[in-house]
């Protein structure tokens, strides 16, 4: 009865006024928001994350097939790489290693092993990626497209059976070599303004006539598009003479086209910051296919953006984040080896504080970033399609390749910024916008869907709600809204109480799971900022309504404190999975300290740009009141993490495991010797130091060194001269000039 009286009496006008100040959602909208799964996303939204769920995820793990094709075939690739030689001499992979790859089916890695595929591990996918990426770009870029947003995926989720069992074997053994177009010049993240078309109409294929498609297209910036034999095509599809149906429009749908037809051209090749990897445009006129070219067949028409979203979200959470996780981690490695071995002042560099600054930046991403990446792997491996948190990971972890990257190259100084067959930091560089842009540009995922789309996906009632409100039948439109918008306002009174005791309390009693002292006061603390999100969320969505989508920075900020709650967690979650090893706390604090403060000020940021200012100022005094009070890691713990790079140690090995150093030629395998020589025999550096000599010969005459010392000192200084070299050319080779 009274439920019955409220839902007439409250609800009901309730709902005509949120219909009317609610702005419609569109077709494309709606896939987006419905695409994919929610997971530990959705534990923050409630601002009450129950811990237990987390820590008792199985951690992803290689299986002994998969650990053995690292162990093979990928070794034995990673060895055959020169990335001068791609980059600045062939322009291209060598054709022995195209052999290679589509001989070991490393484009195949997703594929089932009924189809002659690898049926990799989300996780395996990761680590192939990581390995070859810490030696080429290029070939981590040219392995990873095929098994993320491709056919493959497309034909396994939606393909009919003809389509699995005539492609996939081809994809599997290297047939067929395929890529897939999206982007258009007109419509680069937004797909519903492409007008690449197709339309319904008869036609000749193969001899005979039938009902098919007239395609038009124009694509760019398609990877592995000007050697692709089959192409994957996104666009928009009408029916204007009705040969299949009564509607006209049909929406955006996906087919599969072989590139020998008539009618397309592509092979031409972009450049994308001088890394070699093929990319490309593509065109039709009037290429003619039969309607069981589109991928799922005729009923599939008009799913395309559907069918792109689902695919989307677990190749985003692995290809751009493994790469990102590989590129920090090589550059903790081999910048905290060079500032060991080069000396000024006769000091090695690593000991200056300034140096140490970035190298334990350096060491604490590369521990948060992998830590990042085994926990979406472990949820892509339990079955779910993480369209919010591949979000997070494709966006921040390139971000935080970026400044990774940045911090060596600084740190290298001369030694990176010369370019040649030495220089192991250039093309990592160049690279660093293309992981920023691709997959969707970082500003539009930052800005628009990470929280956009996580907070209708992840938050408990937000979505039923929205729902509901699309819902024609009004008798059901009216039970559902009021079971979710009273459901919606009991959570918001529990969030506000939450985050004011939390707040106000420091988290001091909320639930912790069992750990250390230390770490329970970081679970504490991550309770808190869960439940002050939460809260701020639902003011954000109560003062602004449907205008939230359109108040970029502010939906961008607290995006932010989204990814910092799923980094950290991650994090913590690592530090169980490695066996709560006590030397890896110095990288989790570090981490934690860095991420408070990014959320303390991110909050303080939202509450000074929040339009409604009587709400901003109760948000405040709610979560936090005396605005934001942590301040970054200390000096001493910057310190620390970064004494953990500077010397040989099974710790440092763990932080940058799965690398690639090359064979014992290559400029990585030299720093890494010079690195262990001066580790070595840094005692008797010391021993020089003290008797003011800085002469081997000179500590001969005086006896300060034996004859064994000296020589080993000799080759320490041949080591570490061999790595502070830098190239040079004939200026004849350089303009194209040759000599008479």
Not at 129 to 142: E, G, M, P, Q
Not at 372 to 390: E, F, H, N, W
Not at 528 to 551: C, E, N, P, S
């Amino acid at each position: 009865m009274l439920t019955t009286l409220r839902r007439h009496l409250l609800t009901r006008p309730i709902l005509k006024r949120m219909r009317k100040a609610l702005p419609g959602i569109s077709e494309t909208e709606r896939e987006a928001l419905e695409a994919g799964d929610v997971w530990w996303d959705a534990e923050l939204f409630t601002g009450n994350p129950d811990w237990s769920k987390l820590l008792n995820t199985p951690p992803a793990q290689l299986s002994q097939e998969e650990q053995a094709f690292l162990d093979g075939p990928v070794e034995e690739l990673c060895r055959m790489l020169n990335d001068w030689e791609i980059n600045w001499e062939r322009n291209d992979l060598p054709p022995e290693i195209w052999h290679f790859i589509r001989t070991h089916k490393f484009f195949a890695m997703i594929i089932p092993q009924q189809y002659g595929g690898l049926e990799f591990s989300a996780y395996a996918n990761s680590q192939v990626i990581r390995k070859i990426a810490s030696r080429s770009v290029v070939a981590a870029v040219t392995v990873m497209v095929p098994n993320s947003l491709g056919p493959g995926e497309l034909l396994m989720e939606f393909g009919t059976k003809a389509q699995q069992e005539y492609w996939l074997p081809r994809l599997a053994n290297g047939t067929e070599i395929p890529c897939f177009g999206l982007t258009s010049p007109q419509a680069g993240s937004d797909a519903s303004s492409m007008d690449d078309n197709g339309i319904i109409c008869k036609g000749n294929f193969e001899g005979e006539e039938i009902i098919g498609i007239r395609l038009n297209w124009h694509k760019r910036y398609i990877t592995l598009g000007p050697v692709a034999t089959v192409l994957g095509l996104a666009f928009k599809l009408y029916d204007p003479e009705h040969l299949i149906g009564d509607q006209e429009t049909l929406g955006i749908t996906v087919a599969l086209i072989p590139t020998g037809l008539n009618g397309i051209n592509i092979g031409r090749r972009h450049l994308p910051c001088y890394q070699m990897f093929q990319n490309g445009p593509n065109w039709g006129k009037d290429v003619f296919i039969p309607l069981d070219f589109v991928i799922g067949g005729p009923q599939q028409i008009g799913q395309g953006w559907k069918m792109l979203m689902e695919a989307l979200a677990a190749g985003r959470g692995i290809s751009l984040p493994s790469l990102a996780a590989a590129a920090t981690a090589f550059s903790a490695r081999t910048t905290s080896a060079y500032a060991l071995i080069r000396q000024q002042f006769h000091i090695p560099i690593g000991k200056f504080e300034g140096v140490q600054a970035r190298l334990g930046k350096l060491a604490a991403n590369a521990y948060l970033l992998d830590a990042a990446r085994q926990l979406t792997c472990a949820g892509l491996d339990q079955g779910y399609k993480l369209a919010v948190i591949s979000a997070i990971m494709k966006a921040h972890t390139t971000y935080r390749m970026r400044d990774a990257i940045n911090d060596a190259m600084d740190v290298h100084a001369g030694k990176a910024v010369i370019d040649g067959p030495s220089n192991y930091l250039g093309n990592l560089y160049r690279a660093v916008p293309i992981g920023i842009t691709v997959e969707g540009a970082n500003i539009l995922t930052r800005n628009m869907i990470i929280f956009g789309q996580g907070a209708i996906r992840c938050h408990p009632w937000l979505l039923k709600e929205i729902l509901a409100l699309e819902e024609e039948d009004q008798k059901k439109a009216l039970t559902e809204f009021d079971q979710a918008f009273w459901g919606h306002i009991g959570h918001s009174i529990k969030t506000l109480g939450r985050a004011w005791l939390r707040s106000w309390t420091n988290g001091k009693y909320s639930p912790v799971p069992s750990a250390p002292v230390q770490l329970q006061l970081y679970y504490k603390q991550l309770n808190r900022y869960t439940a002050a999100f939460a809260l701020i969320a639902d003011f954000a969505f109560l003062t602004l309504g449907g205008t939230l989508k359109r108040k970029e920075m502010l939906s961008a900020r607290l995006g932010d404190i989204l990814s910092e709650l799923y980094f950290l967690s991650a994090v913590l979650k690592r530090w169980q999975d490695d066996g709560e090893k006590k030397e890896d706390l110095p990288l989790v604090e570090y981490c934690v300290q860095e991420s408070f403060t990014v959320i303390e000020n991110r909050l303080d940021a939202v509450f000074r740009n929040l339009p409604n200012r009587f709400m901003a100022w109760l948000a405040r005094f709610l979560t936090l009141p005396l605005g934001p009070r942590t301040y970054g890691p200390s000096d001493n713990l910057i310190k620390q993490c970064a004494e953990l790079l500077l010397a040989p140690s099974a710790q440092r090995d763990r932080l940058t495991e799965g690398l690639h150093t090359g064979d014992e030629h290559s400029t990585v395998s030299i720093l890494e010797k010079a690195f262990r020589l001066v580790d070595e025999n840094s005692s008797l550096t010391e021993k020089m130091k003290k008797a003011r000599i800085y002469s081997i010969e000179q500590a001969l005459e005086r006896n300060v060194l034996s004859n064994t010392e000296a020589e080993k000192l000799k080759t320490t200084e041949e080591a570490v001269a061999q790595v502070i070299a830098v190239d040079d050319f004939d200026a004849a080779a350089l303009t194209g000039i040759q000599k008479e």
